[in-house]
């Protein structure tokens, strides 16, 4: 059983279901849907009913778990059934590198299984709800390492939400924040509105204002601004991969931010469980960039904000380069600079 | 008479009323408004239904002639109906120079007024509309000197509108893009979507799209991004105030596209009138940065985006250091570094 100790709980497997809060539609409806088959799930990846790096790769192993407990067919068509709820989970978002990392984890356990049907349903179930649990300590650990960069007093921004929503629970540049605040020490959080999806004005306020934080909403291009101001104490942000040389793919407008942050001489942190660490892609030019459909800009719930005919571009991430970043935190430690030589320690 | 030959028309003045296109609700309607009274005209420069530094000023001159003209008492009480608009006026926007340049500029004509209260009318109605001609013609020069700093080919990243719409028609930065395409040049244009009030994906985009020209929307943070991937030729911004060092008060979001932009090694140009030079302001520290109502943040339209009781920041204008600006577009012509010197010696 995984206790999230929440007021809300971001996925979860019941009765041959993923259940999922709907972040499409937070902060202003709070639904949970369920989801009973793989097409359905991936559906729900790639339309970012679920969303986050970790996150993404907490539901792709409950998706494959799924497709193998939905079998009615014997051991192999029932591994097969994995292995393709895998590759199609696998198609759903191409740049955070949690969601192949959990689907060949559950391939791994897929391939020691043999003759028992019951046995590899229960098995790819077991290790779904393990990366899941692991997933909710890893960022209590990342939370742990963090926690000692933040001064007490400090004003913190983050970018996009990589909080318990984006996780399986606590997050982790949130996840940070929360541990420092168990720790005893006073924040203020401001939170780039992260245009064009919102996942800072819907997601991250949501859920910090839900458990009583002091967060404050800003548009992302304020956020330059306020670092120039002194207003700001320290950056901290998630990220959906790290290449091998440092550089930090992370949500559209992060290398934004780290420019400013850098420009105002205050710390730019990223925070990620280990699964996030890529070494076998060498920099962030290798990283895909998602490119999102233009719907996601040109309107904002039923009002359309653009002119109709007009172009539109929505990539959906970016490339931090490793010079602009003051420290990886991870569930291994607080890595810095040369991250080439650093990370390859701690592999 | 004021010939803008455009499809549409930003401020102009008709049978004892201002009539403006009401910039809140494009793109999605049309409409015009007449303002009769000082009262009115003021609150529609506070509400944004016109913006813009080189609009605003025309605006505030027209009202102060609008003062006079509906005085029904004697020379005295006329001027001093025009005086006192002035000081309303003055009030509505706090960063934007051009503002206080116009109403200065009435006041200079009203002074030196007598007996004749249809003299007094005649003359200070002259004068706005003299500011309001003024103003066309130097979006004209600044459009002549910039052109030549475009590359054919060329794609030209801007921020915030400074197109017809934000003067009295041809534009600052926009005027730039016209006036190269007027000299046969190709372009193409990303417009930034200026989050809170998305003057750049209603606006710009609008009135670029309603003049035949290629225009893409992105979202601000995806900026930095692509002038990272080389995607952008050269940057053009308006300003609404230029210190005497060459700091650069602009929209919110512009200092961050100035510092993504020197990072990328790509121009950043600002163009302006020389109205928008202020040379009693010694630093960008000294303009005042106005912060604007929260529900510009917290609201799209009908949709709320942020929750309920979550605090926001909305701060309007950032200032650029003069250490990032390629140069200063000006109907005085282009302006480069050390701008302290540049500037004294074309004034």
Redesign the interface.
């Known amino acids: 059983m995984i206790e999230e100790k929440k007021s809300f709980r971001t996925i979860f497997w019941r009765n041959g279901a993923v259940v999922m809060i709907d972040q499409r539609f937070l902060?202003?409806e709070e639904t949970y849907n369920e989801y009973r088959d793989v097409e359905g799930l991936a559906e729900a990846i790639e339309s970012m009913v679920i969303r986050g790096a970790p996150a993404i790769g907490v539901a792709a192993a409950y998706g494959v778990a799924l497709a193998a407990h939905n079998s009615t067919g014997d051991a192999q068509q029932t591994l097969d059934a994995a292995q393709e709820a895998g590759v199609r989970l696998s198609r759903t978002r191409p740049t955070a590198v949690n969601l192949f990392w959990a689907i060949e984890r559950m391939r791994k356990v897929a391939q020691t299984q043999r003759g028992d049907v019951a046995e590899i349903k229960r098995r790819l179930l077991e290790e779904a709800e393990r990366i899941h649990a692991e997933d909710l300590e890893l960022c209590r650990s990342i939370g742990r390492h963090g926690a000692e960069l933040v001064p007490d007093g400090a004003t913190i921004l983050t970018h996009c939400n990589a909080g318990a929503l984006a996780t399986a629970g606590w997050g982790t540049a949130l996840g940070v924040i929360r541990s420092a605040v168990e720790a005893g020490k006073k924040v203020r959080v401001?939170a780039?509105?992260?245009?064009?999806f919102?996942q800072g004005?819907?997601l991250t306020?949501?859920e910090l204002?839900r458990d009583g934080f002091d967060?404050?909403?800003?548009?992302?291009?304020?956020?330059?601004?306020?670092l120039?101001r002194k207003e700001i104490d320290l950056v901290v942000v998630g990220t959906d991969r790290v290449a091998a040389n440092g550089d930090v793919a992370n949500k559209?407008?992060t290398?934004?931010v780290a420019?400013?942050a850098k420009?105002a001489g205050v710390p730019f942190y990223v925070a990620a469980p280990w699964s996030t660490i890529d070494l076998e892609t060498p920099t962030g030019a290798q990283i895909p960039?998602e490119e999102r459909p233009a719907r996601e800009?040109?309107h904002?719930?039923?009002?359309?904000?653009?002119?109709?005919?007009?172009?539109?571009?929505?990539?959906a991430f970016?490339?931090t380069p490793n010079e602009l970043v003051t420290a990886l935190i991870t569930d291994r430690g607080v890595i810095r600079p040369p991250y080439t030589e650093n990370l390859r320690a701690k592999a």
């Open positions: 902060p202003r401001l780039d509105e992260t245009r064009p919102l004005a819907r306020a949501w204002q967060v404050t909403v800003i548009p992302d291009s304020a956020a330059a601004h306020l120039s559209i407008g290398y934004g420019l400013a420009a960039i800009v040109t904002v719930g039923a009002t359309r904000i653009v002119p109709e005919g007009v172009k539109v571009r929505n990539p970016d490339v």
